[in-house]
């Protein structure tokens, strides 16, 4: 999976993308790998919804 179209997908950068998708993958494994990346895009939304305050 390369990060790029990863990124792109969920919204993210790709350099978070895949920094999020190598920790996903050591921690969790295969579903690591693929649900960090969908989390952190989850919090970016609610937090630019305004509904959780993480990033400024």
Request: charge should be positive.
């Given at each position: 999976m390369e990060p790029k179209l990863v990124g792109q997908q969920v919204g993210l950068h790709p350099v978070?993308?895949?920094i999020?998708?190598?920790v996903g993958l050591h921690f969790l494994g295969f579903i690591g790998m693929l649900g960090l990346p969908i989390?952190?895009?989850l919090l970016r939304y609610l937090n630019?919804?305004?509904i959780?305050?993480?990033f400024k």
């Amino acid at each position: 999976m390369e990060p790029k179209l990863v990124g792109q997908q969920v919204g993210l950068h790709p350099v978070v993308t895949l920094i999020s998708m190598f920790v996903g993958l050591h921690f969790l494994g295969f579903i690591g790998m693929l649900g960090l990346p969908i989390t952190i895009a989850l919090l970016r939304y609610l937090n630019d919804k305004g509904i959780v305050k993480i990033f400024k």
